[in-house]
């Protein structure tokens, strides 16, 4: 395996909050991994084009490493979601890409499973990784693309201050159409603001 990245995050590093603690995922989540999707299939297709895709823990094994290599290189920072208080693993929260040659920008996306949304944990995984990505990777801006529809997510951006910045039309195929993607961003500035 590659040497890491001067700056690409630890493995051991856990992102710890009141409920929650966001790790880089193993193999050995790969068969929660798998089954948390199962628990929520239907309402995650309905926002996330590759959930069709995944068909066993073997995919789920396929992401984890291909998540670790980005993770090892500095360009994505792909974490499981667990609460704290079962160990359960309720979703995914990440950075990807993680672009600093010409930028210092990252993408972000998070998953809860469905019998756990509603609870605040997404927002709370959120407000972790930007956390983490303004102040120990020190990237100077965040954005996150969401289906106009997508209302729970434009809550939680909205919630951590992101602005809304346009619309992409018809940006991605989702289940056979075109979806267009609103385009929200955060600067470092204005999340400092934020948390003074
Ligand atoms: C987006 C997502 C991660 C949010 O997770 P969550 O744990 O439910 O988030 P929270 O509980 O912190 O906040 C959700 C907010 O949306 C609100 N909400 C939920 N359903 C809603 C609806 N149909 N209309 C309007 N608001 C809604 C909740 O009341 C809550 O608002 P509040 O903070 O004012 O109480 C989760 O909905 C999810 O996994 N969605 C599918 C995947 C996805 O779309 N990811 C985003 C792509 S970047």
């Keep these: 395996m590659a040497d890491p990245k001067p700056g690409a995050a630890d493995a051991s590093a856990e ?7 966001l790790r880089p995922l193993t193999p050995a989540d790969a068969p929660a991994l798998f089954e948390a999707l199962q628990a929520s299939r239907e309402p995650l297709r309905r926002r996330l084009s590759w ?23 500095g360009t994505a920072q792909v974490c499981g979601v667990f609460e704290r208080a079962s160990g359960g693993l309720l979703g995914v929260a990440s950075l990807s890409p993680i672009e600093t040659a010409h930028a ?8 809860i499973r469905v019998d ?3 609870k605040g944990f997404g927002a709370e995984a959120a ?24 209302r729970p997510s434009r ?22 159409r075109w979806v267009q993607q609103e385009c929200w961003g955060l600067l470092r500035s204005e999340w400092q603001k934020q948390h003074k």
Aim: glycine share 4%.
């Design 15 to 21: 992102i710890e909050t009141k409920r929650l603690s």
């Design 51 to 73: 959930v069709d895709d995944v068909h066993g823990v073997a995919d789920e094994e396929m992401f984890i490493l291909a998540a670790d290599e980005a993770r090892e290189r």
């Design 104 to 111: 210092s920008k990252a993408e972000l996306e998070a998953w």
């Design 116 to 118: 756990s949304q509603d």
């Design 127 to 150: 407000r972790a990784l930007c956390e983490h990505a303004f102040h120990k990777l020190q990237l100077h801006r965040l954005y996150a693309r969401i289906d106009p529809a997508n």
């Design 155 to 176: 809550k939680v951006l909205k919630r951590l201050h992101f602005r809304y910045e346009g619309t992409l039309r018809e940006d991605k195929k989702l289940n056979g």
